[in-house]
C-alpha cells in the first residue's frame, strides 16, 4: 500500500478532511427569478412591493468608496482562498466586453466599526481583478424584470492566503470605465427586507450599516478554494506516527 495513501486513509479515519469544492462559502443569492429576465436570463429584483428603494450600494475606486461583509472559518478547518468572486453593475453597460477594470481587496481580523480590529491581508492600492464577465444577472425592478439596463457582472479578485478559523470581513471597492458606479447589488430574497450586516466606507463620514428602508442589507460574494485538514490532537498524531513506525517494522520483517 503507498504510504501516501495510508496517511491519506488515517487522517480521514481520525475526521479530517482533505480536499473540500472549489467554493469555499457563498455569502447569499442575489437572484430572485432564475430564467425570469430578459432573453431568458436571471433577474435579482429590487422590491418596490416591500418599500426597498436600492439598487445597488456605491463602492467606487475612484472615490474612495468601499463595502464590507464577514464570514466565518468553522473550528478545525483552514481554508486556502485562492479567489473571492464580487458582483457589481455599472448602469448602461453591455453585457461585453465587461466595463470593469479592478478589484481591491483587504481583509479583516474583525469588524471594521469594532475598535481593535486590523487589517491582515491586502490592500487598496493592488489590482486584483484576475477575471471579469457577464454573471447572466439583470438587476431590475420587480414591476419590470425584462429591463436590461444594469447587467451585472461577477468579478474575480486573485487572492492568495490560508486562514484559520474565526470571523473575518472582507472590505473591497471597484473600479470601472464608465461613470455610473461601481455599484454593489445586495443579497436579495423574496419577500425578505433583511439579508445580511454589510457595511459601506465613505470616505467623508466613516464607516455605517448598508441600509435599505432601514433593513440591514447583506452582500453576495463567493469564497474560493481548498479546504485543509483539521489538525489532530498531539495524542492524535501520536497514534499516527506509531501506526507508520509498526508498518515499517513489518515491512522490515518481510524483507528479512
Do not use: C
Not at 443569492?29 to 430564467?35: C, E, K, N, R, W
Not at 491581508?121 to 484576475?130: F, I, K, P, Y
Not at 424584470?145 to 471597484?174: E, I
Not at 473600479?175 to 423574496?190: E, K, N, Q, R, V
Amino acid at each position: 500500500m503507498n504510504r501516501g495513501i495510508l496517511v491519506v486513509a488515517v487522517l480521514l479515519a481520525f475526521g479530517a478532511s482533505v480536499v473540500a469544492g472549489p467554493v469555499l462559502y457563498s455569502n447569499g443569492p442575489l437572484v430572485t427569478h432564475p430564467g425570469g429576465g430578459f432573453g431568458g436570463a436571471d433577474a435579482s429584483a429590487l422590491q418596490q412591493a416591500l418599500g426597498m428603494g436600492v439598487y445597488g450600494f456605491g463602492h467606487q475606486f475612484s472615490l474612495g468608496n468601499r463595502v464590507a461583509d464577514d464570514f466565518t472559518i468553522p473550528g478545525g478547518q483552514t481554508w486556502n482562498i485562492s479567489e473571492i468572486a464580487f458582483y457589481a453593475y455599472q448602469t448602461s453597460s453591455p453585457t461585453s466586453p465587461s466595463p470593469f477594470t479592478g478589484v481591491y481587496v483587504q481583509i479583516w481580523d474583525g469588524s471594521p466599526l469594532a475598535g481593535g480590529s486590523s487589517v491582515i491581508w491586502g490592500d487598496l492600492t493592488t489590482n486584483r481583478l484576475g477575471a471579469t464577465s457577464w454573471a447572466n444577472i439583470y438587476r431590475v425592478l420587480d414591476t419590470g424584470l425584462s429591463v436590461t439596463n444594469r447587467p451585472v457582472f461577477g468579478n474575480d479578485a486573485t487572492v492568495g492566503v490560508s486562514l484559520g478559523p474565526g470571523t473575518y470581513w472582507l472590505d473591497w471597492m471597484t473600479d470601472g470605465s464608465l461613470s455610473s458606479g461601481p455599484w454593489a447589488p445586495p443579497i436579495t430574497i423574496l419577500g425578505q427586507t433583511t439579508t445580511g450586516n454589510a457595511l459601506q466606507y465613505i470616505p467623508a463620514t466613516g464607516w455605517a450599516a448598508v441600509l435599505d428602508n432601514g433593513g440591514p442589507q447583506g452582500l453576495p460574494f463567493e469564497i474560493e478554494g481548498t479546504q485543509g485538514g483539521a489538525i489532530p490532537e498531539p495524542a492524535t498524531w501520536a497514534l499516527l506516527g506509531a501506526g507508520l513506525a509498526m508498518l515499517g517494522l513489518r515491512r522490515a520483517r518481510k524483507a528479512n
